[in-house]
């Protein structure tokens, strides 16, 4: 995203609360109908402004690298309703964690980039030990 579009997309984003700032004060409505419309809409500027100014910050990636922790997670499959099974990188390792209400297992260690063939670590039987590992524990249904 060049600057342009960045200036373009903020303008848009501020023009609601810029109009609204500079324009004078509505003394031709009528009473509280009007007071009520004016608080809505200055509401729905603010709301908008909220918005606008996350989606631009996600998009400049603002809110990304804000702790610089060896930790992240590379992805995710959902195992069950509340079972998940999650990738996690550690400076050079993976590691394979499942997931479950108020536990977490480590079931694999990997080196870095190397993924496991289906023959090594088949989706069912990994399903399967998972699931056995949390009747084990006395949290299964």
Do not use: C, Y
Request: hydrophobic letters at 50%; a positive charge; aromatic letters at 6%.
């Amino acid at each position: 995203m060049n600057n342009r579009s960045r200036i373009i997309g903020l303008t848009l984003v501020l023009m609601p609360a810029l109009a609204m700032g500079a324009g004078a004060p509505a003394s031709g409505m009528a009473g509280s109908a009007g007071s009520v419309f004016q608080v809505v809409f200055g509401l729905l500027v603010v709301v908008m402004l909220i918005l606008g100014l996350s989606w631009l910050s996600k998009r400049m990636g603002i809110t990304q690298n804000f702790g610089s922790s060896p930790m992240k997670v590379v992805g995710s499959v959902s195992l069950g309703g509340r079972e998940r099974a999650v990738l996690i990188e550690v400076n050079d390792t993976w590691i394979v964690a499942g997931v479950a209400t108020g536990q977490v297992h480590a079931l694999a260690t990997l080196p870095k980039g190397v993924a496991p063939s289906s023959s090594e670590f088949p989706a069912a039987g990994f399903a399967m030990k998972f699931k056995s590992m949390i009747e084990k524990s006395g949290h299964g249904k």
